[in-house]
């Protein structure tokens, strides 16, 4: 049974990085691909990027491309989604998310619990 | 790519709710299904179009033809009340992409 744990909250000023982690349990981190999906408040799902284990390479969404970065730690089972020069409409509760962990080859199958991540002044 | 799914459904308690995706040529893609519930993360209730995870009920299905997919909910409960995303991987760009979302009430 594969299980995702997230870090913590987070408050950040404007201009400030953070960086979300997330621990894979259950499964080996190689046999997966871990992608991160935000939800602003009040608002639908975005996707963000992720790796993609059967391209053995990082795909990200266009207006995210150069602002964040997904990488992932292979002995500990962690993915790591990083943002730089926060600004005020990142405030959103960030999930990561497999792909891989059952039948379908393109389903985000299992969710972490989210991590909620406010930018403030 | 864009999908477009209606901002809201309505339907009475053991109707048949159907949550409409559309898209260009979305036949030709797989469509996945989430179910969010108020305060809880999302949870995928039908993959590749038609295909059901264990643990959802069989009262979940899919169908995907031409422009539009479809997210069929029969014997629908008042536990079914959520909000419910269809996804697409567009892989001419490499993009995940989600419909804006539904909002099915059940009154």
């Known amino acids: 049974q594969v299980h995702l744990l997230q870090s913590g909250a987070e408050v950040k000023k404007p201009g400030a990085s953070v960086r979300v982690s997330c621990k894979v349990s259950g499964y080996s981190l190689k046999e997966l691909s871990v992608h991160w999906v935000r939800q602003a408040p009040g608002k639908g799902l975005e996707w963000m990027g992720g790796?993609?284990?059967?391209?053995?390479?990082?795909f990200y969404a266009q207006k995210f491309k150069g602002r964040v970065t997904v990488t992932e730690d292979t002995i500990t089972d962690t993915s790591y989604l990083q943002i730089r020069n926060m600004r005020f409409e990142d405030t959103a509760v960030y999930y990561c998310?497999?792909?891989?962990?059952?039948?379908?080859?393109?389903?985000?199958?299992?969710w972490g619990q989210g991590t909620r991540v406010s930018v403030s002044p | 790519y864009v999908l477009t799914q209606p901002p809201s459904v309505s339907v009475a308690p053991g109707m048949t709710a159907r949550i409409t995706c559309g898209g260009n040529?979305?036949?030709?893609?797989?469509v996945h299904w989430y179910q969010q519930k108020s305060g809880q993360a999302p949870v995928v209730v039908v993959q590749d179009d038609d295909d059901r995870p264990s643990g959802i009920p069989d009262r979940f299905s899919g169908s995907n033809s031409g422009n539009t997919a479809t997210l069929i909910i029969t014997s629908v409960e008042v536990a079914d009340e959520a909000d419910y995303y269809c996804q697409v991987w567009d892989n001419s760009s490499e993009d995940r992409v989600f419909g804006g979302g539904t909002k099915l009430s059940v009154l």
């Open positions: 790796f993609d284990r059967e391209e053995e390479d990082t």
């Open positions: 998310v497999t792909v891989g962990a059952l039948r379908s080859l393109e389903a985000f199958d299992i």
């Open positions: 040529k979305i036949g030709s893609r797989r």
